[in-house]
């Protein structure tokens, strides 16, 4: 997931990697677990068993937190940003309004972006076409601090940890349609990067593993989240 795309939306850190699964292809007989994730959330093809996710360094910095708690919570939310890129290249607006990667009835405009691209290009009998992929850097868990949680003004709130998530460009997205130019819609140039915030909450849905349901992010250069991203401050070494 890169939640939030849009439209181009302490303790001494322990390093702990999250190496590749070896995961089973899916079967060519569709299962029933196949047919749940396709007919609840449109995802065709359906998805190998376990979900593969990016192997990248997570650190936790939030010395409260236990280091099993911090690992649960980063590869939720590498589930979630794996889902996010399987439902884009399957073009299933479904999928973003189903209440995995984020909670429709707190905030239901989180993926508005990526359904309205997916509508759109079906009705011009296109497709959205994910052309190139940001590369994740990290994923780094922090306490989120109580007064950005109560910003979002969301029920339910986010935990009190968050996920600092770094990566870098190229990635892109496009409208294609048969005769006409691409339509560029979600873009980040090669070269360019973002380090977010991103609060959310654990979720488990039919058919799928635990994931990171999100339900804000902040901007890590911005002063008033610099902090909580626990980053050093500019111009240190």
Not at 65 to 86: D, T, V
Not at 150 to 179: F, H, K, T, W
């Amino acid at each position: 997931m890169v939640p939030g795309l849009k439209n181009l939306a302490g303790l001494a850190a322990v390093v702990l990697v999250l190496a590749g699964c070896d995961s089973k292809p899916a079967s060519t007989a569709q299962s029933p677990r196949c047919r749940t994730l396709e007919q609840r959330y449109g995802l065709t093809p359906c998805p190998a068993d376990p979900l593969p996710v990016e192997a990248v360094p997570v650190r936790n910095l939030d010395p409260a937190l236990p280091e099993a708690r911090a690992r649960q919570i980063a590869e939720a939310y590498l589930r979630s940003r794996a889902l996010y890129y399987l439902a884009v290249q399957a073009n299933s607006d479904r999928f973003f309004t189903a209440g995995v990667i984020d909670v429709p009835e707190a905030t239901p405009l989180m993926f508005d972006a990526e359904v309205s691209h997916i509508r759109d290009a079906r009705t011009r009998h296109g497709a959205l076409v994910l052309v190139s992929r940001a590369t994740l850097k990290s994923v780094t868990v922090v306490p989120l601090p109580a007064g950005l949680r109560e910003s979002l003004d969301a029920s339910p709130l986010p935990m009190p940890d968050a996920v600092v998530v770094e990566a870098a460009g190229p990635e892109q997205q496009v409208i294609r349609v048969p005769g006409e130019a691409d339509q560029p819609v979600s873009t980040l140039d090669s070269g360019d990067s973002y380090r977010l915030l991103v609060g959310g909450v654990l979720v488990t849905r039919d058919g799928l593993p635990e994931t990171f349901a999100e339900l804000g992010q902040w901007e890590c250069l911005d002063p008033d989240t610099h902090g909580a991203c626990q980053l050093a401050p500019a111009g240190s070494g």
